[in-house]
């Protein structure tokens, strides 16, 4: 059994706590997956290719950011705007981006890399956090610029948890 685990009262297996970062329960559910406690292949394999789809969902969430405030004669998110397909196009394809992403880290109980999906899935269809709408294109597209970058740090979190549990990170962390 990998050294994070450990027996409890709650069954023969327990996962590490993981805090708020990831569910406990539900990744359990998708070790119990495994034919073997002592051979996690399948669970990994499973919470590896979510790193992989998530790396290549970040890819495409920037690109509907082509232009940064930082680049030369673009001051905001309006200016940029003029060099984009368009806010209404943009929204679109940042929605379905989150909502995406927002499965498959439910799935895995990855819980705040979720949360800050559905805000981006929400602001993409131009609503608030809360579900009202709101009309403001501009405003949605910089709530999804800052949640998208809290949204990459919680990633990472999680992914240094997962893989200190695997026990991958020595090895993942020389690229």
Excluded at 100 to 105: A, D, H, I, R, T
Excluded at 159 to 174: M, S
């Amino acid at each position: 059994m990998p050294a994070s685990e450990d027996k409890s009262d709650d069954g023969p297996l327990s996962t590490p706590d993981f805090g708020d970062a990831i569910d406990s329960v539900t990744f359990g559910q998708i070790l119990e997956m495994d034919e073997d406690e002592n051979d996690r292949d399948f669970s990994q394999s499973i919470v590896f290719g979510f790193f992989e789809q998530a790396e290549e969902t970040f890819e495409q969430m920037d690109e509907a950011f082509p232009l940064s405030p930082f680049t030369p004669g673009v001051s905001s998110v309006a200016d940029r705007n003029s060099f984009s397909g368009g806010l209404e196009k943009d929204l679109e394809k940042l929605s379905s981006l989150g909502h995406f992403l927002k499965g498959s880290s439910a799935t895995l109980g990855l819980v705040k890399v979720r949360d800050s999906c559905e805000k981006i899935q929400r602001y993409g269809k131009k609503e608030n956090e809360d579900g009202t709408p709101e009309t403001d294109e501009k405003l949605c597209l910089e709530r999804i610029e800052k949640t998208l970058k809290d949204l990459k740090t919680e990633y990472e979190d999680a992914e240094k948890l997962l893989k200190k549990f695997f026990g991958t990170e020595e090895e993942e962390e020389e690229d």
